[in-house]
């Protein structure tokens, strides 16, 4: 079975401090992708990291894929209330199935 | 153009009673998939529907089923409810089949079991 354990569970940041939010797994997985998901919505692809060690800059947000591809993280710059959220990795493996982990809740405060 | 669309949005049922969720995806996606999310964790994946035919399976009892239509829309079919299958229901549309693939998710049906 694979699983992916997202660090932390919960973050709670004040307006421009930054942040890092790990997804890790004892698996390899041949993509990973990263969404948000604000309350009473479905979730939002950011994201999709395909090749280890590839790094990826969408405005304020880096995501990294690790070299081994079994791991990723995911870096807010000067973060803002708009990026509250709950985050959400997600990794493709065998056949059809994609794998999310447990989930980041963001909170970020003026 | 429209995103993907479920229905309903809100659903209340007792144990024991049948249940079916609608979605209908993107214009031009052929592949559906639905996900289970329980409060305060990630989606787990139930099936994966690609040209009507099923491709992928979770670890999901039997009482959960699912069939995609001509049209590429989708039913899931919940037998036997029981409380713990109170959650948030996602389905999720790609242009391909794949876990790899791009989702793109509705706003889900909340059903909850009394």
């Known amino acids: 079975t694979q699983l992916l354990e997202q660090s932390p569970q919960f973050l709670s940041i004040q307006e421009g401090e930054n942040l890092t939010v790990y997804c890790n797994s004892s698996?390899?997985?041949?993509?990973l992708q990263w969404y948000r998901q604000e309350p009473g919505e479905g979730p939002v692809l950011l994201v999709t990291?395909?090749?280890?060690?590839e790094v990826k800059k969408l405005k304020r947000l880096t995501f990294q894929f690790g070299d081994a591809r079994k791991d990723s993280s995911l870096h807010i710059t000067a973060a803002q209330p708009g990026d509250t959220g709950l985050y959400l990795c997600?990794?493709?493996?065998?056949?059809?199935?994609?794998?999310f982990g447990t989930g980041t809740r963001l909170q970020v405060t003026l | 153009d429209a995103g993907v669309t479920q229905s309903p949005t809100h659903l209340i049922k007792t144990r024991g009673q049948h249940v079916t969720l609608r979605c209908s995806p993107i214009s031009g996606h052929k592949s559906v998939s639905w996900y289970q999310q329980v409060l305060g964790q990630g989606p787990q994946f139930i099936f994966q529907y690609y040209e009507k035919e099923e491709r992928g399976r979770g670890n999901f009892p039997d009482r959960f089923s699912a069939r995609q239509f001509p049209n590429y829309s989708s039913e899931l079919n919940v037998n036997a409810l029981l409380l713990g299958d109170s959650a948030l229901y996602l389905c999720?549309?790609?242009?391909?089949?794949?876990?790899?693939?791009?989702?793109?998710f509705g706003d889900g049906t909340r059903l909850s079991i009394l």
């Open positions: 999720a549309s790609s242009f391909i089949a794949g876990g790899g693939q791009p989702q793109h």
């Open positions: 997600a990794g493709a493996g065998t056949a059809s199935k994609l794998t």
């Open positions: 698996s390899v997985f041949s993509s």
């Open positions: 990291v395909v090749t280890g060690g």
